[in-house]
């Protein structure tokens, strides 16, 4: 089983546990249920609507055919490459180079790239850059990275409705057993929502070595995501996005700064590395990636 899956299936079991822990430690087996109704309604939401909410809070712009022919033609040659039907193609006004991909699954997918990335990349890298994009959509990454964001926003919208219950005298009655001493459950009501933070920016991670992979096997060209990358990364530094955080995750790079000890809340791998690991299959056979 692929390392990178098997990590974001255990992260991902870790999280919904976390969401049932804090139901139990704030109102027992009914606060379990309640959790996991609401987590569930949530995710049934954000199944329809996260790609349009996407697009709309980066100020994405959808473009045809005849407004943007080069793009599209590159769009429709990686799509057949990846063999996944071409996705809607749109456009953010933007000088800082980045690009992503959303869609609940490859029939319903859009990709976004900034009016800066296509300045700054020749046509090969942005075809290594719309592979890892279109490798997103091809491994339902579009569709994990909404249900753990949807789960982890659930876990913390919980967690500070429990603060502010506790805060006015509220909170779980003295006859409901659930299971957890006072203090446990008022520190699981403080830590659950750092936790859960931390659990879905390490599936990001995970997603993104793998769309790397993926990637750089669709194109049949690992330099090219790798020397996209490096541009990217300077671009960004210069130039950042600066985006709503609840849409970070969806970029190629990271549209942050940060570094140190900040790298725990980092959406993204090292980009050091992930270029380290584009140039290792380089390395190998084609046959091999």
């Known amino acids: 089983m692929n390392t990178n899956f098997l990590k974001t299936v255990l992260l991902l079991t870790a999280l919904t546990v976390l969401l049932v822990l804090l139901g139990k430690a704030i109102a027992g087996t009914s606060g379990m249920v309640v959790a996991l109704v609401f987590a569930a309604l949530m995710n049934f939401f ?20 005849d407004e943007a022919p ?29 690009a992503f991909a959303t869609g609940r699954d490859p029939n319903h997918a859009a990709v ?16 290594g850059v719309l592979a890892h ?3 997103h ?8 990275m909404t249900v753990v964001a949807t789960i982890a926003g659930a876990i913390t919208m919980i967690a500070n409705m429990a603060q502010w219950a506790l805060f006015f005298g509220g909170g779980r009655s003295d006859d409901e057993d659930s299971g957890m ?20 920016l390490a599936i990001s991670r995970a997603r993104e070595f793998e769309a790397d992979a993926t990637g750089a096997r669709i194109c049949g060209d690992p330099l090219a995501l790798a020397s996209a990358l490096e541009k990217l990364e300077r671009g960004a530094a210069l130039l950042p996005l600066n985006p709503n955080p609840a849409t970070a995750h969806l970029y190629i790079v990271n549209p942050f700064g940060g570094g140190g000890w900040q790298s725990l809340f980092m959406t993204h791998p ?10 290792a299959m380089a390395m190998r056979p084609a046959l091999s990636y």
């Open 181 to 200: 001493h006072p203090l446990a459950a008022l520190l699981m009501i403080i830590v659950a929502p750092i936790v859960a933070t931390l659990i879905q």
């Open 137 to 144: 959509i091809r491994n339902r990454d579009t569709l994990i």
């Open 270 to 279: 090292p980009i050091a590395e992930r270029i380290a690991r584009l140039r």
């Open 70 to 98: 080069q793009l599209y033609r590159l769009v429709e040659q990686v799509a057949q490459w990846a063999r996944i039907p071409r996705p809607r193609v749109y456009i953010i006004e933007s000088e800082s180079p980045n």
């Open 46 to 65: 954000s199944y329809w609507f996260s790609d349009k909410i996407a697009l709309a809070m980066s100020g994405a712009r959808e473009v045809s055919y």
């Open 133 to 135: 994009e279109l490798g």
């Open 112 to 127: 976004a790239v900034t009016t800066g990335i296509l300045r700054l990349l020749d046509e090969r890298e942005l075809a």
